[in-house]
């Protein structure tokens, strides 16, 4: 597989910006960032090859070896990043955990302490029992979402850029594409 990156100059590499209808082509990718923001691309990444086409005025003999190292940087960091947010999620996590254990907890203890108070009627009783119960188990339901399907994304986003760091790299000079700016003009 082979993704090629057309870019206007090479510190746009890693810039994230939007579409611009009037110099991108359609279907064209314009910086890593974007790469990163493609669905389910990791796998396909393995053994792949990023083109990079920079204007020629952008191009030196260095221009490669700066561009390989700049993308083990940009990886490095976005994997460092992805650690230190599921850092943060383990401790986000924990903590709602134990905030909802508790107030299940509480809620199953008002529960049956309404079941024991015979002062009030029978329907009374079984409705705020259980409704003690439903509201336990509905504060139990973000912190089980999140401990069964919180860090997916932050595991999915590591592998995506340890995926985009392990790609081959080429640079090359882009086609003349004077004659397409002169149309948009």
């Known amino acids: 597989m082979e993704l090629t990156i057309r870019v206007r100059a090479l510190s746009d590499l890693f810039s994230e910006r939007s579409f611009d209808p009037l110099h991108d082509d359609a279907g064209s990718l314009w910086s890593v960032a974007q ?11 393995e053994g792949a090859r990023l083109r990079v086409l920079l204007p020629a005025s952008e191009i030196s003999p260095q221009t490669q070896m700066q561009i390989e190292r700049a993308l083990a940087r940009y990886c490095a960091h976005e994997i460092a990043d992805a650690r230190m947010r599921l850092a943060v999620w383990r401790r ?34 079984t409705l705020a029992s259980e409704t003690l119960v439903i509201a336990g ?35 090359e000079a882009a086609p003349d594409t004077g004659a397409k700016e002169d149309l948009a003009r």
Do not use: H, Y
């Not at 790469?35 to 990444?45: E, F, H, N, T, Y």
């Not at 134990?98 to 203890?109: D, E, I, K, N, Q």
């Open 137 to 171: 188990w509905v504060v139990m339901w973000l912190p089980m979402d999140e401990l069964i399907w919180g860090w997916l994304p932050i595991r999915d986003r590591q592998r995506m850029f340890r995926a985009i760091g392990s790609m081959r790299i080429t640079t």
């Open 35 to 45: 790469i990163a923001r493609l669905p389910d691309v990791p796998s396909k990444l």
């Open 92 to 125: 986000r996590a924990g903590i709602l955990l134990l905030w909802s254990l508790g107030f299940f907890a509480v809620s199953l203890l008002l529960s049956a302490g309404v079941q024991q108070a015979t002062f009030l009627p029978e329907a009374a009783r």
